[in-house]
């Protein structure tokens, strides 16, 4: 038999073991360069445009929800939500005037999930803008993730096969640890190969979260009045960060996504501990602005 088939079981383990560890890492660091680079600067005065960079066109929904709620467009009784008698789309974003005339034409707290419309021109309205700035994979970006997947897959599950046909065809059959080692290493090909966003995505969605973390930690998101800067840092950190002293329908709203982000934020120990905003050191609209330069300057 051809090296390294004619190796003895242990170790063609080990060097199948070895083998599928080199291919992860190529993997990565492949991704890394079609996919990382430096963070652009951006723009943070649209919310949703982060917001569906975390969660797509259902986050976007969430939110924008919260928003209209906040800006007495909607009115919330448990888990229903109805449009107050004097909503109008003045003064919204066309995202907000989109979903405000929805929940108008009759769409209810879950339905307008399924509102295919509505999410399709979400997706037509944030996804070009991210995949411009290579926070989204491209039609490129994706053929070349599923052609390295192949690549690498060919090779493990070739290798882990021509070396199960040669055991079988010498009366041995201990191949079991060969089998588990495949899968495995199939597992994680997918999963490191893959991801909704891309690498320099997940690099500023990460830098963010510890950039607005720090920030509400250490000041106060006001909660009083409609806040612009709450509905970003939200966007960011989840449902979980706004206080529930102003919103405390939300965790009956939307549960799921709520319980999702509270892991690693607490709203009620977050917003309301200790004074200022998140705009006091860096304006009013700090996230959109200073702050928001932070994210844009760093790298893979």
Known sequence: MPFPFALNGPAFLVFYFCMGLILLISLRIFRGIVEGGLIPNLDF???YLFAYL???????VRLGTISLVKKSMLQVNGTEISVKHNA??????????????????????FSIFQNVQLKNKIENDYYPKLEKLKLVPSKSIQFFRLFIILICLSILLGFSAIRIYFSILNNHYNILFLIILSIVFTFFTIFWGYSKNTLRGKKLLKEMKMMFHTSVKDTKLSHTDY????ILAASVLGLAILPTSSYSYVQELYPKAYSSGSGSFSSSSGCGSSGGSCGSSCGSSSCGGGCG????????
């Open 88 to 109: 109008t789309s003045k003064g919204l974003t066309l995202l907000e005037s989109d979903l405000l005339n929805a929940y108008k034409s009759g769409y209810s707290t």
């Open 227 to 230: 806040s612009k800067d709450m």
């Open 45 to 47: 005065s649209d919310p």
């Open 293 to 300: 330069g932070g994210c844009g300057g760093g790298g893979d």
């Open 54 to 60: 975390r969660g797509r066109e259902l986050e976007v």
